[in-house]
């Protein structure tokens, strides 16, 4: 009877533990930069360690870094497909779907990524975005660091315009910023620019210090102009359906790790990695870095500024969302020490 007894009791606990189990869902969360990009190292690692650690018996991170299982332009589609529950990319490679959030692109409107982060989370904070994140539930979004023009080659003269120069864009409103400065976009997948420079089809590339550690850019690019040509947008989200599907203590879990501060601390991150980046390739023989001038940079504003306008009249709802920006960056500037 006793044996008996023993038996159920450990058959009971069997079943217990192993309904305990099934109800900790597994998120396969995946970033298409390399696995030890210092995104990856210095914030997507810990961020899935801690949320593994607080979420222990509740929900469970699975994180895949590289391009094993989705790249820079298909990471949303996959997360919908549910190939992977989340993904972090930036969403202007996904294409007519993120048209509001394109806002942060815009040139000369935003100083830093702390700041540029704070604002586009607000932003999506007030319900003016919506409808873009209708399908999914959002973790945190990011502004990045303003984008410079940077080139294979150090000149013989300063940098006035982009005259005559075929530049390497990723997004769109840095082709229109190159078409604006004289030059012409050459567009390329972020990941092959290192390889488009080596080949020689462009004199530069107007980016932002952050690639070039997980690219290796500082090997094919060797003059660097320091500018406030736009950003990109991130966004670190969850596919909609799992997260409704999620139990209360998970989301609990998942929310206590999410929102204005997590975005405000990866557009910080962002922000130090430019930096560093920034002295890293100072000090490497070969290598000069410039601002433009006042003059040119005021210029550069003039000549960029009908892209801002254009914007805001051709994107619907883009003239709403352009004020309401402008508010969050003015209001977070004042907060950023």
């Known amino acids: 009877m006793f044996v008996r007894k023993l038996a159920a009791a450990v058959a009971a606990a069997c079943l217990f533990a192993g309904a305990a189990r099934a109800e900790e869902p597994k998120l ?18 810990p961020w899935s360690e801690r949320v593994n650690a607080q979420g222990k018996g509740v929900v469970q991170i699975d994180a895949r870094f590289g391009t094993g299982i989705t790249n820079s332009v298909n990471f949303y589609d996959r ?3 549910d190939v992977v529950q989340m993904a972090w990319g930036t969403t202007g490679s996904i294409a007519g779907k993120f048209n509001l959030s394109q806002v942060v692109t815009l040139p000369f409107l935003v100083g830093t990524g702390e700041i540029g982060s704070i604002a586009y989370w607000r932003l999506f904070a007030s319900g003016l975005l919506d409808a873009e994140f209708a399908d999914v539930h959002v973790i945190m979004l990011n502004a990045y660091p303003q984008y410079g023009v940077h080139f294979a080659k150090i000149p013989a003269k ?12 990723t997004q769109k409103s840095f082709g229109d910023v190159t078409e604006a400065l004289g030059g012409a976009p050459i567009a390329v997948p972020i990941s092959d620019i290192y390889t488009s420079l080596q080949r020689g089809v462009a004199e530069g590339t107007i980016t932002q210090w952050t690639v070039f550690q997980p690219f290796k850019l500082i090997d094919v690019l060797n003059y660097h102009v320091d500018g406030k040509l736009g950003s990109a947008a991130g966004a670190f989200m969850m596919n909609r359906k799992r997260w409704d599907a999620l139990p209360d203590a998970a989301k609990k879990v998942l929310d206590a790790n999410s929102g204005e501060g997590e975005s405000r ?8 990695v430019a930096s560093e ?15 433009l001038s006042p003059a040119v940079e005021a210029d550069w504003d003039r000549r960029t500024q009908p ?4 914007w805001a009249r051709t994107t619907p709802g883009g003239d709403k969302v352009l004020a309401a920006f402008r508010r969050y960056v003015a209001a977070a500037e004042k907060e950023v020490k």
Not at 158 to 169: E, F, Q, T
């Open 158 to 169: 300063p940098i006035v315009d982009l005259k005559g120069m075929r530049m390497i864009v």
């Open 307 to 310: 892209l801002v306008a254009e």
């Open 277 to 291: 980046m920034r002295e890293q390739v100072r000090g490497t023989p070969g290598h000069k870095i410039d601002r």
């Open 28 to 45: 396969i969360f995946a970033v298409s930069a390399p696995a030890m990009s210092h995104i990856n190292v210095r914030v997507f690692k």
């Open 265 to 272: 601390a990866l557009g910080k991150f962002w922000d130090t």
């Open 79 to 81: 997360m919908l497909a």
